[in-house]
């Protein structure tokens, strides 16, 4: 695939930053607040530069015209997302645009997408991601969380876990056990409903970096009208599953990650405190620090791999395991890079100060621990490129 831009992507790229010139100053992100932190402050900051995407048709750069969205071809949406990433700015989508959206259109009656598309768009409504449980995460489609038909209503019970920003969510979409006795990919249905449901309790769970980004939420005798399932009842775990294949290209992280490490060569030169730090000074930290450089680059050739992949009109499979793996274990080498360029000193950590250089290092070190995490772990990533791209006989 040629990487250069033709005439019109180069017009659509200058369109791309004037529009960053005149609006990216409404919401340089900060750090991951833009997809989970959508707290009543951080909504009302980001309202003008979310106005400013909703206008020009670029929130949902993926979702076709006929909903709203910007009808983007894969190429015009890497050129979008690498600007963005480059200037530190996020397209504020959430899940409700990235996941709840496209499986509406393609799942959704009529009246459901009628009543949330275009509050997604608007940013009207925060959506919460009810899948993993104390018992299913990797193992998804173990899940316990029981929806019992009762008339017009089902009534759940059970609890969801590492719920991201439901403690700033409006609506939950979720995944329950409609028939415990199908076999267990077959017994669940997907489920949407407000999180002011009476029955519904959300209690935070802080991680290790004193951030409040994710929550446990129970369920309790919680009435969810049957017109509020998305697709077939007991066929919930193929609707849910409609949009892990499509996985997003990874352009965004890796052209962050490329930020991240430039940010670092600059306070490595600038800051007086990383100048005289005993790691900056050392020969070791430097090909450390070369080393981040050159897989940023590879992070970076991974997301175009896969561009050119959904350029085709295919899916990347396994190949976007490839590049979230290498992407988010880059992540955490970056973070330790960071730590190690102060030393010492690296360590003492503020949390509540993350304005303080050191403080932010070893908070962004503690952060960087979850990323390989989300989303699915690395093991199970490399399970997928061991079976589905190298043909390895499974376990
Ligand atoms: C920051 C963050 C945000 C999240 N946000 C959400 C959210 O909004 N909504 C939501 O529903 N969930 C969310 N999650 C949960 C996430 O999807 C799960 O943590 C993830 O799927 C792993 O599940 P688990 O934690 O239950 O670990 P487990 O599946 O129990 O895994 C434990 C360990 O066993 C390994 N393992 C498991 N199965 C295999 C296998 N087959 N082969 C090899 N090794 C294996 C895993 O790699 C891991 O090391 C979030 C998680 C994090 C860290």
Known sequence: MDWDDNAQESEFRAQVRTFIAEHGAKQRAGDGEESFGNSPEVRARTKPWRDALVANGWIAPAWPKSYGGAGMSPKEQFILNEELAENGLSNVGGFGVMMLGPTL???????????????????????AQGWSEPSAGSDLASLQTRAKRDGDEYVVNGQKIWTSGAQHADWIYMLARTDPDAPKHRGISLLMFSMRTPGVDVRPLINMADQHGFNEVFFEDVRVPVKNRLGEENRGWYVGMTLTDYE?????????????????????????????????????????FADRWIEAEIARLFS??????????????YEASMSKLYTTELGQRIAHTALK????????????????????????????????????????????????????PRG
């Open 105 to 127: 259109m393609i799942h959704g009656d009529e009246e459901q997408k009628a009543e949330h598309l275009g509050k997604i768009l608007a940013g009207e409504v925060v959506w």
């Open 341 to 392: 360029m102060y030393g010492l000193q690296g360590m003492a950590w503020d949390a509540k100060r993350p304005e303080n250089g050191r403080g932010r290092v070893a908070t962004g070190y503690l952060s960087a621990v979850s990323s390989t995490i989300a989303g699915g772990t690395s093991e199970i990533q490399r399970g997928i490129i061991a079976t589905r791209g190298l043909g390895l």
């Open 248 to 288: 997003r290209s990874g352009i965004g992280s890796a052209v962050g990650t490329q930020r991240r490490l430039k940010q670092l060569l600059d306070v490595s030169r600038t800051d007086p405190q990383a100048k005289q730090a005993e790691g900056t000074r050392s020969k070791s930290w430097r090909l450390y």
């Open 304 to 317: 175009y791999l896969n561009i050119s992949i959904q350029a085709r009109n295919l899916v990347p499979n």
